[in-house]
C-alpha cells in the first residue's frame, strides 16, 4: 500500500492512475477505522480498480470544547487494517499540510446543512465541505464512497458536488451495525458497559418509527413521540426527528410517506454524542 503525507505525491499518483485508464475510489476517514469503514472500502475496491483512503482528524469541524484533542488516532491499527483490504493507498496529512499558515477560503455548506447536525453544531458542516472540497481536488478520483450513517452530512457532500459541479460521483453505503443493532463509530470506543447499554435505545427508537411505519402510521408527531420515549434513558436528546429524506425539513402536512421519509435520531449519553438514522 502506498503511504502519502504530501499532497503534491498523492495527487501526483492519482493523476498517473488514472492516465493509465484505471479507476479510483476515494474513502475519506477520520480513521479509527471499524466496519463500517472496512465496508466502504471493500465496495470502492469492488466498484473501481484502485481504492484510495484518507485519515484526517479534521480540526475545522469539531467546535471548541467538542472531543478533537481526545478522538482516537491508532495509526498502526488503521494501516494494518486497510493493508488487509488491499487498499491500495491511503493519504495521510497532518494539520499543517492541510491548512498551512495564510490558509483563509471556506465552502459555504448548502441550505440542507441547517437543521439537525446544523442546529446543534452550526460551524461543523463548513469545516465538513471545506475538508472534502479539499480531498477532492488531492485526490482526483472517479467516485467517492461516503456511509449513510452520517446521513445528513451525504446530502450536504452530495448537494456541495453538484452545485460546484465537482466531477466525482457520490456513492451513498449502507449503515454497518453491532449484531446487537448499535451503528458502528469510532465515538463507540468512549463508552462504558453500562453507557453502551443505554446506547442501543438510539437503534431501537428508529426500529420502533420503522415498524410503526411500516404497520400503516403515517402521523409523524406520533412516531417521533414513541422515538423519545425510547431516547429517555439517554442523557441529553438532541432530536429525534422525521423528515423528509432529501430537502431533511418536516414535510408541510406531518405525514411520512414511503420512499420520502427518513428518522433521525443525536443523543448523548455522559460525554459522547451519537447519531443514527433508519429510512422509512
Ligand atoms: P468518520 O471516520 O466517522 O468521519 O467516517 C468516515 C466515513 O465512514 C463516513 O462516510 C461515514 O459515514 C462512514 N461511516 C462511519 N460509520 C459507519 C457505519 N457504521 N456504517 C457505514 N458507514 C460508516
Not at 476517514?29 to 471493500?42: D, N, P, S, V, Y
Not at 497532518?94 to 459555504?108: A, H, K
Not at 460546484?164 to 456513492?171: F, H
Request: with cysteine; hydrophobic share 40%.
Amino acid at each position: 500500500m502506498q503511504q502519502f503525507s504530501n499532497i503534491d505525491e498523492t495527487r501526483h499518483w492519482c493523476l498517473q492512475q488514472r492516465r493509465q485508464n484505471r479507476t479510483i475510489g476515494l474513502v475519506p476517514t477520520m480513521g479509527a477505522l471499524h466496519e463500517g469503514h472496512l465496508a466502504l472500502m471493500r465496495r470502492a475496491k469492488r466498484e473501481c480498480d484502485l481504492c484510495i483512503a484518507t485519515i484526517f482528524v479534521n480540526p475545522t469541524q469539531f467546535a471548541a470544547g467538542e472531543d478533537l484533542t481526545r478522538y482516537p488516532r491508532p495509526l498502526q491499527r488503521d494501516l494494518e487494517l486497510l493493508e488487509r483490504e488491499n487498499v491500495d493507498a491511503v493519504f495521510l496529512p497532518d494539520e499543517s499540510m492541510m491548512y498551512p499558515s495564510g490558509f483563509g477560503t471556506y465552502v459555504s455548506p448548502p441550505p440542507v446543512a441547517l437543521p439537525l447536525e446544523g442546529e446543534s453544531r452550526p460551524e461543523h458542516f463548513r469545516g465538513v465541505t471545506t475538508v472534502v472540497m479539499k480531498l477532492f481536488q488531492i485526490a482526483q478520483a472517479d467516485r467517492a464512497f461516503f456511509g449513510q450513517k452520517d446521513f445528513q452530512q451525504l446530502r450536504v457532500i452530495e448537494d456541495m458536488t453538484r452545485d460546484l459541479n465537482v466531477p466525482i460521483e457520490i456513492i451513498r453505503c449502507d449503515i454497518v451495525r453491532e449484531s446487537d443493532g448499535l451503528a458502528m463509530s469510532s465515538r463507540n470506543r468512549y463508552l462504558n458497559d453500562e453507557q453502551r447499554q443505554r446506547a442501543l435505545s438510539l437503534s431501537r427508537a428508529l426500529t420502533a418509527a420503522k415498524n410503526l411505519n411500516q404497520s400503516g402510521e403515517r402521523d409523524i408527531a406520533t412516531i417521533e413521540a414513541v422515538m423519545k420515549a425510547e431516547l429517555a434513558v439517554c442523557d441529553h436528546v438532541d432530536y429525534a426527528v422525521v423528515v423528509n429524506r432529501t430537502t431533511l425539513l418536516p414535510p408541510t402536512d406531518s405525514i411520512t410517506r414511503p420512499n420520502e421519509s427518513i428518522a433521525l435520531v443525536a443523543a448523548r449519553i455522559g460525554n459522547t454524542r451519537l447519531i443514527d438514522n433508519e429510512l422509512l
